[in-house]
Nanobody, 124 residues
């Protein structure tokens, strides 16, 4: 059974930076796309960023483009989300997920394993 464990969240001030990590256990992430999603209170989960298996195809949601950076280290079975210039509206639980294949995707249905989430709270 694959396991995804996010870490790095917390309480930060607006304008600050945070880096989330997602370590995948029991299965290699090589060959699979990885993605980050988030869910704010009272809202549906939404796409944030995705990276294909080799790291040369990356997609971002418009709301985070230019501020967030997704990256991966296949040797460490780890995916990262660097979040800069955080805004109050970035407050959410952030989830990493493994894709069903190698292609970066924006829809939840194309991910088949999820972490438990990491809370990021941005304060003014």
């Amino acid at each position: 059974q694959i396991q995804l464990v996010e870490s790095g969240g917390g309480l930060v001030q607006a304008g600050a930076s945070v880096r989330l990590s997602c370590v995948v256990g029991r299965r290699s992430i090589s060959g699979y796309a990885m993605g980050w999603f988030r869910q704010a209170p009272g809202k549906e989960r939404e796409f944030v960023a995705a990276i294909n298996w080799s790291g040369d195809n990356i997609v971002y949601a418009d709301l985070v483009k230019g501020r967030f950076t997704i990256s991966r280290d296949n040797a460490k079975n780890t995916v990262y989300l660097q979040m800069n210039a955080l805004k109050l509206e970035d407050t959410a639980v952030y989830y990493c997920a493994r894709g069903v294949d190698s292609r970066a995707a924006m829809t939840e249905e194309l991910y088949d394993a999820w972490g438990q989430g990491s809370q990021v709270t941005v304060s003014s």
